[in-house]
């Protein structure tokens, strides 16, 4: 005993400050070789599929040298750039080993202590919203237009999107009857986990023109008596790779009392969308 605390004591506190000093050091090395960079050399990674798909769209992917595994779309964008994981699990020596300048993260990547850890880093961190409508997709554009000086670019792909939605709209109102949909999150021992109000599945639903009948909000778990009396005439699950979604919808006991089931009418698309 040296100061009041036995030898374990000692061991137990050093193990416990041990990889927060070694991510310390890690970060403050970094900082000492990391040079000044010139627009030119600016070392981008970007944390957010969505993101991802817009720096491709305008043209800057050759700045890029990390993104993170939602980054689905385009699909040579995993392929060529080194993965940094799943945007809300990332790693901080992960991301600071490839010694970016810039960080583009969508709203909602984490967890909160790498963000912290990335922010000290010295690298320029930039957290980019992510509201699930029209407005919302527009305003990214033009973020990450903004974060990669490509304002001019990315008004014009605004401005083609903002067309499209337009277009969208109008067909909207042509529309005589909704059709009563579901979107499907996860199978989880034959219960759906759906989307409803408020989530990014119900935006897309009813951008497509049709009801959600999930009755709730944010995602949960619906019991077989309300997703008979939900009475959907059409599913949506999110694929996945390696996993027969639709499949698992079909052969949760209660589907096969729904519309949808009757119809035919359960499909799983990408969930980029």
Do not use: W
């Not at 993104?67 to 699990?89: C, E, H, I, M, W």
């Not at 096969?256 to 009418?265: F, I, K, Q, Y």
């Amino acid at each position: 005993m040296t100061d009041g605390l036995p030898m374990t004591s000692k061991r137990k506190r050093i193990a416990q400050i041990g990889p927060i000093l070694t991510a310390a050091i890690f970060m403050l090395c970094l900082r000492q070789v990391a040079p000044v960079a010139s627009p030119a050399q600016e070392r981008y990674v970007v944390v957010g599929g969505a993101l991802t798909e817009i720096a491709y769209a305008l043209g800057r992917q050759e700045a890029i040298v990390g993104v993170d595994a939602t980054s689905l779309f385009p699909p040579q964008a995993l392929k060529d750039k080194r993965n940094v994981g799943y945007f809300r699990n990332l790693s901080a020596e992960g991301v600071l080993s490839l010694h970016p300048t810039r960080i583009l993260a969508v709203e909602g990547a984490g967890p909160p202590a790498t963000i912290e850890a990335l922010s000290a880093s010295g690298a320029s961190v930039q957290r980019v919203a992510d509201p699930p409508t029209p407005e919302g997709v527009e305003q990214k554009i033009l973020a990450v237009g903004a974060a990669f000086d490509a304002a001019k670019v990315a008004e014009a792909l605004a401005a083609d999107v903002r067309a499209r939605f337009a277009a969208l709209e109008a067909r909207r109102q042509s529309i005589a009857t909704p059709r009563r949909a579901l979107f499907v999150l996860a199978v989880q021992n034959g219960r759906l986990l759906c989307g409803g109000g408020g989530t990014a599945a119900d935006s897309m639903l009813r951008l497509a023109g049709a009801i959600n009948v999930a009755g709730f909000d944010g995602y949960k778990a619906m019991t077989e008596e309300a997703l008979v009396a939900a009475a959907p005439e059409a599913i949506v699950g999110m694929a996945r790779e390696g996993s027969a979604v639709a499949e698992a919808i079909k052969a949760a006991p209660a589907v096969a009392r729904t519309p949808a089931a009757e119809r035919g009418a359960i499909f799983e698309m990408d969930s980029l969308y």
